[in-house]
T-cell receptor, first 114, second 114 residues
Framework: DGGITQSPKYLFRKEGQNVTLSCEQN?????MYWYRQDPGQGLRLIYY???????QKGDIAEGYSVSREKKESFPLTVTSAQKNPTAFYLC?????????????FGDGTRLSIL | AQSVTQPDIHITVSEGASLELRCNYS??????LFWYVQSPGQGLQLLLK??????LVQGIKGFEAEFKRSQSSFNLRKPSVHWSDAAEYFC????????????FGPGTSLSVIP
């Protein structure tokens, strides 16, 4: 079955440490997205990528970085510059980019600080 | 830019009762509207979408939503709620171009009483 796989499901970060969240899709979708979810705040866009080797900052990109070297992969690195990283992170994809595209979501990674 | 609000943070209904979740949007042109559902610890699943045409749209799991342009609303309904419908529900609004993002509402948490 096609879908989006996020790993790990749970991740713990120490102070000053960078951590990378994995997102892989086998839907052959061009566009991919990273969202951060905090209680009561809905989803906030961190980064998105319309095509391979291209990505743009979302609304809360500070302290995060991404790469899109392969169509199926869009890893997110939470750097030590992100002072409040504890959240639920969701990766999504859509056939094409844009506000008219329904998105498919992975099951998320929950990141906590040790 | 578009925006979306969900006036109800939390709703509790009895199993078998009808359900209506409210969603209001702000956008200057005809919006693209979505409803997603999120079970605890999981990603979001698309319930239904409205792009154009018939203002009453049918989705999965027995849900429907009605687009009312005059009220800038896209409320989600279900005639008879099942215990398995307990989840978080997100309304989202998008725009027509490939450069626009989908904006998610803050979500409504639904509890179902047996």
């Amino acid at each position: 079955d096609g879908g989006i796989t996020q790993s790990p499901k749970y991740l713990f970060r120490k102070e000053g440490q960078n951590v990378t969240l994995s997102c892989e899709q086998n839907l052959n979708h061009d566009a991919m997205y990273w969202y951060r979810q905090d209680p009561g705040q809905g989803l906030r866009l961190i980064y998105y990528s319309q095509i391979v080797n291209d990505f743009q900052k979302g609304d809360i990109a500070e302290g995060y970085s991404v790469s899109r070297e392969k169509k199926e992969s869009f890893p997110l690195t939470v750097t030590s510059a992100q002072k409040n990283p504890t959240a639920f992170y969701l990766c999504a994809s859509s056939i094409l980019s844009g506000g008219n595209q329904p998105q498919h979501f992975g099951d998320g990674t929950r990141l906590s600080i040790l | 830019a578009q925006s979306v609000t969900q006036p109800d943070i939390h709703i509790t209904v009895s199993e078998g009762a009808s359900l209506e979740l409210r969603c209001n949007y702000s956008y200057g042109a005809t919006p693209y509207l979505f409803w997603y559902v999120q079970s605890p610890g999981q990603g979001l699943q698309l319930l239904l979408k409205y792009f154009s045409g018939d203002t009453l749209v049918q989705g999965i799991k027995g849900f429907e939503a009605e687009f009312k342009r005059s009220q800038s609303s896209f409320n989600l309904r279900k005639p008879s709620v099942h215990w398995s419908d307990a989840a978080e529900y997100f309304c989202a609004v998008g725009a027509q171009t490939s450069y626009d993002k989908v904006i998610f509402g803050p979500g409504t948490s639904l509890s179902v009483i047996p």
